[in-house]
């Protein structure tokens, strides 16, 4: 069974603030991220009963997504922009950056599948079909030059929605991913009900941070996008869902506190990671999850002479970027990297079709070890969606301790 695209459109802002016919520089820990793929998550809803009566429910929830997008991307206008590259020779200049007033806007695909929601979710490992919900299937950020910064499908179902966006990395990380998410949200339900749509109740802060005395303009230390561009293919892989109640979450912090040591070192081993720590005889690797990465200074672009430090910042610069896009392709296979979070507020998505009954995320940035935690449907709960080639999956799903804490969704709550 396949996804079918029914039609596309291109949405645009829904007027142009003077802000948006600026060029929107980027910083260096967006350019760092140019080799990373796109962030891809999406809601599952479940069709009203009067949605079985009304042979135009689709296209009237379609126009009623469009309009309020159209409302959102005026505060997150550079979504709906293109990258572009700008090079020159004298001064030397290679220049990324988001051009919002030569695109046609944000991508919004309608799409049909002909499975029901349980037919999804029943399976014990997330089936491949989920990643024909979301577009950028495989993309990098770089690939924005010529492809959409965000993209909405909206894939019908037998009973159900799947609103799945795909979003450039450069530019928002997890927490600025569901700040947009919230607020088309927000307007939608404001659509709904009828209310002025004049504010919203958190604008994005789309300011860059550089350091002081510099940016906004960073010319790359390189000639071309072969010398800092890399693509990621993720090798066989497990998926599946694993949820912990409130009751075992709470279990879980007991335990673990119960066995610190000191009093001081308050910690809380996520038990997955453990696992797959002391299975493999690895060391636990944290990493940045939603964060953006953090680096030197940045060469203003000026006709003089070269300093020291500016050529400590061209190595600096040329090094964070070459180590962020080779940082999956060597990541320690026997580590875990967490991603996502429990905290982001996932189930207040609304689109007139009630809360969620559950989330999913695309092929994008997954790999051996990666497990990413969302807020569960329940008050209190988390899910956790689990990578690991299929003979460590195994393993886990027989280990008898992480099993007694851990279950198999019930998405009929």
């Known amino acids: 069974m396949s996804v079918k695209h029914m039609s596309e459109w291109f949405v645009q802002p829904h007027y142009a603030s003077e802000e948006s016919k600026q060029p929107f520089f980027l910083a260096p820990a967006d350019l760092a991220m140019l080799s990373v793929h796109y962030i891809q998550k999406g809601l599952f809803?479940?069709?009203?009963?009067?949605?079985?009566?009304?042979?135009h429910f689709m296209d009237s929830?379609?126009?009623?997504?469009?309009?309020?997008?159209?409302?959102?991307?005026v505060h997150f206008y550079p979504l709906s922009g293109r990258l572009v590259t700008k090079q020159e020779q004298d001064p030397p200049l290679y220049l990324v950056y988001v051009d919002c007033t030569n695109s046609p806007g944000a991508k919004f695909i309608h799409a049909s599948l002909d499975l029901s929601i349980s037919e999804i979710l029943s399976p014990i490992d997330?089936?491949?079909?989920?990643?024909?919900?979301?577009?950028?299937?495989?993309?990098?950020?770089?690939d924005a030059h010529?492809?959409?910064?965000?993209?909405?499908?909206?894939?019908?179902l037998v009973d159900g929605v799947f609103i799945g966006l795909s979003m450039n990395h450069c530019l928002v990380d997890g927490t600025s991913y569901w700040h947009f998410f919230n607020t088309w949200s927000e307007i939608f339900q404001a659509q709904e009900k009828k209310f002025p749509i004049s504010e919203i109740s958190r604008p994005p802060v789309l300011d860059r941070w550089f350091p002081e005395g510099h940016g906004p303009i960073i010319s790359l230390p390189f000639k071309g996008p072969e010398e800092f561009i890399d693509r990621f293919e993720a090798p066989t892989l497990r998926?599946?869902?694993?949820?912990?109640?409130?009751?075992?979450?709470?279990?879980?912090?007991?335990?673990a506190n119960s066995e610190c040591k000191e009093q001081q070192n308050l910690f809380l081993p996520g038990l997955v990671c453990s696992y797959v720590e002391d299975n493999h005889s690895s060391t636990w690797s944290a990493s940045r999850s939603g964060n953006q990465l953090q680096i030197g200074c940045q060469q203003q672009r000026k006709n003089r002479p070269t300093a020291v430090s500016e050529l400590l910042w061209e190595l600096n610069l040329s090094d964070?970027?070459?180590?962020?896009?080779?940082?999956?392709?060597?990541?320690?296979p026997f580590s875990v990297m967490m991603g996502s979070g429990p905290?982001?507020?996932?189930?207040?998505?609304?689109?007139?079709?009630?809360?969620?009954?559950?989330?999913?995320?695309?092929y994008a940035n997954k790999f051996s070890g990666k497990v990413s935690s969302f807020q569960g449907r329940q008050a209190g709960s988390i899910?956790?969606?689990?990578?690991?080639?299929?003979?460590?999956?195994t393993a886990l799903e027989s280990d008898q301790e992480f099993m007694e804490v851990a279950s198999v969704p019930n998405y009929d709550d």
């Open 126 to 142: 997330v089936p491949l079909v989920v990643q024909s919900l979301f577009d950028h299937d495989r993309a990098i950020n770089h």
């Open 239 to 255: 998926e599946r869902m694993f949820h912990f109640s409130s009751e075992s979450i709470a279990k879980l912090k007991s335990k």
């Open 146 to 156: 010529t492809t959409s910064l965000l993209t909405i499908q909206v894939t019908e």
């Open 320 to 332: 964070q970027v070459r180590r962020c896009q080779s940082c999956l392709r060597y990541f320690d």
């Open 343 to 362: 905290r982001f507020d996932m189930y207040g998505n609304e689109f007139g079709m009630g809360k969620a009954v559950t989330l999913r995320s695309g």
């Open 45 to 55: 809803f479940t069709k009203p009963p009067e949605a079985a009566n009304n042979p």
């Open 61 to 73: 929830l379609l126009e009623k997504l469009k309009h309020s997008l159209a409302l959102a991307l």
């Open 383 to 393: 899910d956790l969606e689990v990578c690991l080639p299929p003979e460590a999956m």
